[in-house]
């Protein structure tokens, strides 16, 4: 995240631009990011503890509950989440892509701030 806001904050100064093409993208870009990160390491960590838990499983006579295949399946449904939340995150960096073409596009004039009156 931090290497993503350094890359918005030098592409406007790099191609001579006051700021980039649309803060709102920027916002949307941020929220998407958050939120796929957010579900992609929430997924893990759940299936990683219950992987772990099923692991540890023994019966009484010492021998394990679950095989080690029936814990991957048991992931499966978190696999899907991962994949939901990359899949969100992706879609943030697509805009990003958008956004800073239309910064490096956009004629030099175009994207200047211009003084309202109060």
Do not use: C
């Not at 004039?109 to 003084?115: G, K, P, V």
């Amino acid at each position: 995240m931090v290497s993503i806001g350094a890359i918005y904050h030098l592409i406007p100064k790099l191609f001579g631009q006051e700021r980039m093409y649309s803060i709102r993208l920027i916002n949307v870009h941020f929220w998407l990011a958050t939120i796929g990160t957010v579900l992609y390491i929430v997924a893990m960590w759940i299936s990683g503890v219950m992987q772990g838990l099923m692991w540890r499983a023994v019966n009484t006579d010492g021998t394990l509950t679950y095989s080690f295949v029936e814990s991957l399946q048991a992931s499966y449904p978190f696999y899907i989440v991962r994949f939901i939340g990359g899949l969100i995150f992706l879609s943030g960096m697509f805009l990003m892509a958008y956004n800073a073409y239309k910064t490096i596009a956009a004629p030099k004039e175009s994207l200047r701030t211009t003084e309202q009156p109060a």
